[in-house]
């Protein structure tokens, strides 16, 4: 059984930073990008971050560029997300992607497997 299992979120003031961390199992995830989207309560769900199993595409959404940094270690298939100079509209459910086509992570497509997501709540 494949799964996503995203760990890391919680509780930060406004300005702080956390790191998520997603460990995938169930198959090999060779070849596959690995990236982060998040859902705000009453907003549909957007993209955050994705990183190639090459590293040699990485792409972030506008809205948290300069601030978030993703990463991963393809010996052990999980990806991080490390985010600083967290804001209140950073609030959210994360969750955490793996598919064959990095561009289908922007590009509004489906995506072939998800984790089912951990909340991080900014305070201002």
């Known amino acids: 059984q494949v799964q996503l299992v995203e760990s890391g979120g919680g509780l930060v003031q406004a300005g702080g930073s956390l790191r998520l961390s997603c460990a995938a199992s169930?198959?090999?995830?060779?070849?596959?990008?690995m990236g982060w989207f998040r859902r705000a309560q009453g907003k549909e769900r957007e993209f955050v971050a994705v990183?190639?199993?090459?590293?040699?595409?990485?792409r972030y959404a506008d809205s948290v560029k300069g601030r978030f940094t993703i990463s991963r270690d393809n010996a052990k298939d999980t990806v991080s997300l490390q985010m600083n100079s967290l804001k209140p509209e950073d609030t959210a459910l994360y969750y955490c992607?793996?598919?064959?086509?990095?561009?289908?992570?922007?590009?509004?497509?489906?995506?072939?497997?998800w984790g089912k997501g951990i909340l991080v709540t900014v305070s201002s």
């Open positions: 169930g198959r090999t995830f060779s070849g596959y990008a």
């Open positions: 990183l190639s199993w090459d590293r040699y595409t990485t």
């Open positions: 992607a793996a598919d064959r086509g990095v561009a289908n992570f922007w590009s509004n497509k489906s995506i072939d497997y």
